[in-house]
Structure formats: structure tokens, C-alpha cells
């Protein structure tokens, strides 16, 4: 069965990075691209962008421009998310989800904490 | 940005009771294809968000068919017909159509 599973929980200082991994099982990776989203802490949910599977391209929403890094290890089915220079309104939970005619898959999320 | 507005913000229903969740949009969300990118999702507590609905109406396989979707352009519904105790969470309605993707504020169904 398809399955995104995400790395785990991350505490951060402020103006550390961090790297979350989110490896995909089940189907072939390089067909769908993967989506970004955040939520903040007792919060909603807040797309970040997406990544292009196949060409490695990603987008990123105009929040999530320049600390955030889309990124990919095709060989081993897994997109990354990269946040440097961390800030404390970068405490969230982060989940991928599968790009299809909605987002028919997530990731049971990453939990970032960024605390001096 | 594309806004989403849900009403009601939270529901209290006991089990057997129908539902009724309103997602409005700022903007109508027909696409150049002429298909809507209009979708619910579901999170339970302490969970990741879990697919239900697509294109508008169009339920996953695995979704019950007390669910139901409608509407079209900027009003959309999302209908239980008879609530049960697994419905219990916060549901979403998001687009697809316009960059960037959007979410509503989220609707917290919580049982009786």
C-alpha cells in the first residue's frame, strides 16, 4: 500500500537548520510529485509548495521563499525539506503529501521545535 | 491568494445526527480544464490529515457513502448523512485550481 513515512521530531535553536525526510513506499516515486504543508501549533494547515518528482523542480509559496529547500533522493524515494537559519515561528509539524487530483496521501508529519 | 472561508467553525452532533459543513471561495474554482480542484480532508486528533473527497463530489475508495460533496464555483458542501463516532476531527476544505493551493480555517466536528 502507498506509504509517505516522515523522519522524527526535531528540537532547534534559533539559526540552526534542519532536514526532514519523507520516504514514499508502494508506488513508483518519479509519477507524482509531493507537496509541502505546514501547521503551526494548535493551527490550520499552510502549503508550503511542491516538488516535481520527476525533474526535480520545485515551487515554493511566496512564505516559504528562501530559508526552505525542496529537495529529492530518487534513488531511494525520498523528498527532503530543508529549513536553515530556524526561527521560532518555524515551530510546526510538517507533513508531505502525494500530488494526485488531491493530495491522496500524507505523511504522519514531522514535528519541528525551535527553542533557545 | 484564493480565500477559503468554512462555516461553522465547530459542530457538536450526536451519533445518527446528519451534518452539513459550507467551504465558500473568493474566487470560482472551474478550471481551464473545466474540472474543479475543490477537496476535503479529514484530521483526527493527534493524526495526519486523511483523504475523503476530490474534485468536488468524487469520494475516495475507501470513504463511507454517508459522505457526500457538492456545489460548484465558490460554494461547496460537505454532507454526513448520519454521523458516527470515527467522524470526529477537524475537517478541511482546500483548492487546487489557483497557485498558491488553500485551505479553509477548518471545521471541528466533535460528538455528543
Known amino acids: 500500500q502507498i506509504q509517505l513515512v516522515q523522519s522524527g521530531p526535531e528540537l532547534k535553536k534559533p539559526g540552526e537548520s534542519v532536514k526532514i525526510s519523507c520516504k514514499a513506499s508502494?508506488?513508483?516515486?518519479?509519477?507524482?510529485?509531493m507537496h509541502w504543508v505546514k501547521q503551526a501549533p494548535g493551527k490550520g494547515l499552510k502549503w508550503m509548495g511542491w516538488?516535481?518528482?520527476?525533474?526535480?523542480?520545485?515551487t515554493y509559496a511566496d512564505d516559504f521563499k528562501g530559508r526552505f529547500v525542496f529537495s529529492l533522493e530518487a534513488s531511494a524515494s525520498t523528498a527532503n525539506l530543508q529549513i536553515s537559519n530556524l526561527k521560532n515561528e518555524d515551530t510546526a509539524t510538517y507533513f508531505c503529501?502525494?500530488?494526485?487530483?488531491?493530495?491522496?496521501?500524507w505523511g504522519q508529519g514531522a514535528s519541528v521545535t525551535v527553542s533557545s | 491568494d484564493v480565500v477559503m472561508t468554512q462555516t461553522p467553525v465547530s459542530l457538536s452532533l450526536a451519533i445518527g445526527q446528519p451534518a452539513s459543513i459550507s467551504c465558500k471561495s473568493s474566487?470560482?474554482?472551474?478550471?481551464?480544464?473545466?474540472?474543479?480542484?475543490l477537496n476535503w480532508i479529514l484530521q483526527r486528533p493527534g493524526q495526519s490529515p486523511k483523504r475523503l473527497i476530490y474534485q468536488v463530489s468524487k469520494l475516495y475508495s475507501e470513504v463511507p457513502d454517508r459522505f457526500s460533496g457538492s456545489g460548484s464555483e465558490t460554494e461547496f458542501t460537505l454532507k454526513i448523512s448520519r454521523v458516527e463516532a470515527e467522524d470526529l476531527g477537524v475537517y478541511y476544505c482546500?483548492?487546487?485550481?489557483?497557485?498558491?493551493?488553500?485551505f479553509g480555517s477548518g471545521t471541528k466536528l466533535e460528538i455528543k
Open positions: 474566487q470560482s474554482l472551474l478550471g481551464t480544464s473545466g474540472k474543479t480542484f
Open positions: 508502494g508506488y513508483t516515486f518519479t509519477d507524482y510529485a
Open positions: 482546500w483548492q487546487g485550481t489557483h497557485f498558491p493551493l488553500t
Open positions: 503529501a502525494r500530488a494526485t487530483e488531491g493530495m491522496d496521501a
Open positions: 516538488i516535481n518528482t520527476y525533474t526535480g523542480k520545485p
